[in-house]
């Protein structure tokens, strides 16, 4: 556990928080990577990392382009409320590397394990909520169900998915929850970013050895992304083992590894914003719905139908190519 005012880094759990005075901690969601950027520059606070220790210690043996590493650097800033050219966290020196310049010291224990969702008070929303709910029993019986929540920008996609998540956390206690959020990018984006993310809280929560387990068995393609989870003679050993690893792999073992996840407790995932969706999480998600087997697995997604092009095409594709379970698109869209 480190902080560094007014934030919190759980190691262990992978979690960043933020301290409010005078309410509960805030969660500040981070994609894999970018915490493991985060804590290698936390844990040499003070001292310059140059951009090839970096790309070195968290990409080992992969061709990593510079601008995925930038690109990250400015998500965590963008957590961390800072600004490059008036930094209070991360400092850029030009041709150097970048330095963590806010003093970090190490906060009394605390019993603070999990974020708690807010809760709105929704207007309107009730048959899409019941709609969601039926698709979570189904999901409950074996059925794995794929559901799109579709909408224009401001319209409340967001908060129909906090408010179900908080009433499914309530009602379906036994079930596991996490989300990703896909985030617009300019340049180079990083393949299957949501669902890293959501893999990321998965480990981070109460049943993180178990996950973490289940991804070295199933999905070593996978946990060799989070480098904070794995010991590094064990990172050596992934990476020998999953050395020439191709892209169809990692989608047989994604969807192998949440099958099993979901065996032991139903998995219900939430992928936002898949208008900026790469297009490896695409790709994953057809396979999701393509996959026979049985299974306690919901996922939710949330997209803007005017931002989506040829991706379009791709999720109404995921939703009726299954015909096992998945409904066609249009009965499956929830404005």
């Given at each position: 556990m480190m902080e560094f005012p007014p934030f919190r880094l759980d190691t262990a759990k992978v979690c960043l928080w933020r301290r409010n005075a005078g309410a509960d901690d805030e969660y500040i969601s981070l994609a894999p990577k970018a915490f493991a950027v985060l804590k290698?520059?936390?844990?040499?606070?003070?001292?310059?990392?140059?951009?090839?220790?970096?790309?070195?210690?968290?990409?080992?043996?992969?061709f990593v382009q510079p601008e995925v590493l930038k690109t990250h650097i400015l998500g965590v800033r963008?957590?961390?409320?800072?600004?490059?050219?008036?930094?209070?966290?991360?400092?850029?020196?030009?041709?150097?590397?970048?330095?963590?310049?806010?003093?970090?010291?190490?906060?009394?224990?605390?019993?603070?394990?999990?974020?708690e969702l807010p809760s709105r008070k929704l207007v309107g929303r009730n048959a899409a909520l019941a709609e969601l709910r039926n698709c979570l029993e189904q999901s409950l019986q074996d059925h794995r169900e794929i559901v799109f929540v579709t909408g224009e920008a401001g319209i409340g996609k967001t908060a129909l998915a906090d408010e179900f998540l908080r009433r499914a956390a309530v009602d379906f206690r036994g079930v596991r929850m996490a989300r990703?959020?896909?985030?617009?990018?300019?340049?180079?984006?990083?393949?299957?970013?949501?669902?890293?993310?959501?893999?990321?809280?998965?480990?981070?929560?109460?049943?993180?050895?178990?996950?973490?387990?289940?991804?070295?068995?199933?999905?070593?393609?996978?946990?060799?992304?989070?480098?904070?989870?794995?010991?590094?003679?064990?990172?050596?050993?992934?990476?020998?083992?999953?050395?020439?690893?191709?892209?169809?792999?990692?989608?047989?073992?994604?969807?192998?590894?949440?099958?099993t996840i979901a065996s032991e407790r139903p998995l219900l995932l939430v992928l936002e914003d898949l208008h900026w969706a790469d297009p490896s999480t695409v790709d994953l998600i057809s396979a999701l719905a393509r996959r026979r087997a049985p299974g306690k697995l919901m996922l939710i997604g949330t997209y803007r139908p005017v931002e989506v092009t040829l991706a379009y095409e791709c999720f109404v594709f995921v939703s009726s190519a299954q015909n096992w379970r998945i409904r066609s698109a249009q009965d499956r869209h929830l404005r």
């Amino acid at each position: 556990m480190m902080e560094f005012p007014p934030f919190r880094l759980d190691t262990a759990k992978v979690c960043l928080w933020r301290r409010n005075a005078g309410a509960d901690d805030e969660y500040i969601s981070l994609a894999p990577k970018a915490f493991a950027v985060l804590k290698y520059l936390v844990e040499h606070a003070g001292q310059v990392v140059s951009q090839n220790e970096l790309l070195d210690a968290l990409w080992p043996d992969t061709f990593v382009q510079p601008e995925v590493l930038k690109t990250h650097i400015l998500g965590v800033r963008s957590k961390l409320g800072d600004s490059a050219k008036n930094p209070r966290f991360i400092e850029t020196l030009p041709g150097q590397g970048y330095r963590f310049i806010a003093r970090v010291s190490d906060p009394p224990a605390e019993a603070k394990l999990t974020p708690e969702l807010p809760s709105r008070k929704l207007v309107g929303r009730n048959a899409a909520l019941a709609e969601l709910r039926n698709c979570l029993e189904q999901s409950l019986q074996d059925h794995r169900e794929i559901v799109f929540v579709t909408g224009e920008a401001g319209i409340g996609k967001t908060a129909l998915a906090d408010e179900f998540l908080r009433r499914a956390a309530v009602d379906f206690r036994g079930v596991r929850m996490a989300r990703g959020q896909c985030v617009e990018g300019f340049g180079s984006k990083e393949a299957y970013y949501p669902m890293l993310e959501a893999l990321g809280r998965l480990c981070a929560d109460s049943g993180r050895d178990t996950v973490v387990q289940t991804l070295a068995a199933r999905a070593p393609t996978w946990l060799v992304q989070f480098p904070a989870l794995v010991k590094r003679e064990q990172r050596e050993t992934l990476q020998r083992e999953i050395l020439g690893a191709t892209r169809e792999r990692m989608l047989r073992e994604i969807g192998e590894a949440l099958e099993t996840i979901a065996s032991e407790r139903p998995l219900l995932l939430v992928l936002e914003d898949l208008h900026w969706a790469d297009p490896s999480t695409v790709d994953l998600i057809s396979a999701l719905a393509r996959r026979r087997a049985p299974g306690k697995l919901m996922l939710i997604g949330t997209y803007r139908p005017v931002e989506v092009t040829l991706a379009y095409e791709c999720f109404v594709f995921v939703s009726s190519a299954q015909n096992w379970r998945i409904r066609s698109a249009q009965d499956r869209h929830l404005r």
